[in-house]
């Protein structure tokens, strides 16, 4: 899905690591996913972290021993925005052809 566009011209780790967390929003990402989940080296990915915390575009939870990462709520797009209505098209369809 990704990141809303408002939020994709910050640096390519960023919009990265935004994008892998947008994709798992309800689960959270701990540290080790989102290194396997985003294409640079962990320095990198701390110091993209530290800025989108910064920027109050993540919130970071301790759920036991674990931490995990999310996007914060105003990064992730809406249903509306990001995925086209395929019903109405696929309806329309079946209808010039007589389905």
Not at 21 to 32: A, C, I, Q, S, Y
């Amino acid at each position: 899905m990704g990141a809303k566009r408002e939020f994709r011209n910050r640096s390519d780790v960023e919009v990265e690591i935004l994008d892998a967390l947008v994709d798992r929003n309800e689960e959270g990402m701990t540290v080790l996913e989102l290194r396997a989940a985003v294409d640079h080296d962990i320095d990198r990915i701390e110091s993209g972290l530290s800025e989108l915390k910064d920027d109050r575009l993540i919130t970071v939870e301790e759920n036991g021993s674990r931490l995990k990462i999310y996007p914060a709520e105003r990064v992730v797009p809406d249903v509306i925005e990001t995925e086209p209505d395929e019903s109405g098209l696929l309806e329309s369809v079946r209808d010039r052809l007589g389905l």
